[in-house]
Structures are given as structure tokens and as C-alpha cells.
């Protein structure tokens, strides 16, 4: 039941909610990314800069977007990675498991802040999006408008997570009309 889940989010939010695609590289549980360097290499260099380090992997469905965070996460344990990511995990967000049994007004909120608070906690992570522009409007409750998108952008703000997001060509101009995310973001 719904105790469960509180548990879990107490206990630790990102075994509950995320999935440790760095964890995955390093007990070779991903498949290798063949062909796609360039794409990774411009994902390093965004995630680099100071403002708008936060890549959007735009395309359509079924392209390998996933599997371009999966190939950043593999690239991270290589030696030769920028300083400034050295030691960087990127983690993709359960957006099913973070929606799953949220009843009340401020489960959801409570649950993506509680995976924020871990992953600000560790020394350089990354948060992968996948199907960012799903964001909008999830968790939302009836008369609730803290959707994921609205609580994303205060994190992208304060700076101290970079999150990467994945779309489709249309639902990237639906998150360019959002002016405050769009400054944030930057499309690979």
C-alpha cells in the first residue's frame, strides 16, 4: 500500500525513483553506443558550460535517445572525461514509479524533491529525463498545478543538478514556449 512507497521514499529515494545508469556502465549492463560519438562529445561540452548546461536529446522516437545517456554514462568512466565531470553518475528518473500510487496534493512534489535532496547529496549528478516534455502536466492533481515541469525549474535555477531531457521534435516546441525552461535548456 501507499506505506510502502513512503517508506521507500524515506528510506532512499533513488533506488525508489531512478535508475543508476552509471552503476549500469560500470557492471557492463549497457550495450555499447556505436556511432554516436559526435553527439556525446556535444552533450560533454553543454554539460561543461556554466549557463544553459542542461542537453535536450531531440528526435524522434525510437532514434536511440535513451541510449545516448546510456552512452554518456559509459563515457563518464572513461579516464579522459572533462575535469569538470569527473566522478559524475547520471541517474534516469522513474517518472512511472514517481507518479504510481500519488493520491493525495504534494505526494508527487514531496517524492521528486525527496530524489533531488539524494541526488544533491552526491558529488557530481546528473538527472536523465526521458520524454521531458511528458513533464508537464505530470503529477499535477486536480487543482494542483506543481507539475514536474514547474518543480524542475527552480533545480535548473539553483544549479546544483544538471539534467539532461529527451523529446521529439513537436514536444521540444511545446518546452521552447516555456520561456524560464527554455533558457536552461540547450538542444543537442
Known amino acids: ?6 517508506a521507500a521514499t524515506k528510506r532512499d529515494p533513488l533506488t525508489a525513483f ?3 545508469l552509471t552503476d549500469r556502465a ?3 549492463q549497457l550495450d555499447p553506443l556505436i556511432g554516436r560519438l559526435d553527439e556525446v562529445q556535444r ?3 553543454i554539460l561543461c558550460r556554466r549557463r544553459k548546461n542542461n542537453p535536450v536529446f531531440v528526435g524522434d522516437a525510437g532514434v536511440g535517445k535513451t541510449a545516448l545517456a546510456e552512452g554518456l554514462a559509459s563515457r563518464l568512466l572513461e579516464d579522459d572525461v572533462p575535469p569538470r565531470l569527473r566522478g559524475a553518475e547520471v541517474f534516469s528518473l522513474d517518472t512511472a514509479a ?3 500510487g500519488t493520491r493525495f496534493r504534494g505526494d508527487f512534489e514531496e517524492r ?3 530524489v533531488v535532496g539524494a541526488l544533491s ?7 536523465f529525463i526521458d520524454e521531458v516534455h511528458s513533464t508537464v502536466g505530470a503529477g499535477a492533481t486536480t487543482g494542483g498545478t506543481m507539475d514536474l515541469a514547474t518543480l524542475i525549474k527552480p533545480v535548473l535555477v539553483a544549479g546544483e543538478l544538471r539534467v539532461i531531457g529527451s523529446t521529439t521534435f513537436d514536444e521540444f516546441k511545446q518546452i521552447e514556449r516555456d520561456r524560464g525552461l527554455a533558457r536552461r535548456l540547450q538542444r543537442v
Open 18 to 20: 531512478a535508475v543508476s
Open 121 to 127: 547529496g552526491r558529488p557530481n549528478p546528473i538527472l
Open 112 to 114: 521528486f524533491k525527496a
Open 98 to 100: 514517481l507518479l504510481a
Open 43 to 45: 552533450t560533454l561540452e
Open 1 to 6: 500500500g501507499a506505506g510502502g512507497d513512503e
Open 26 to 28: 560500470r557492471r557492463g
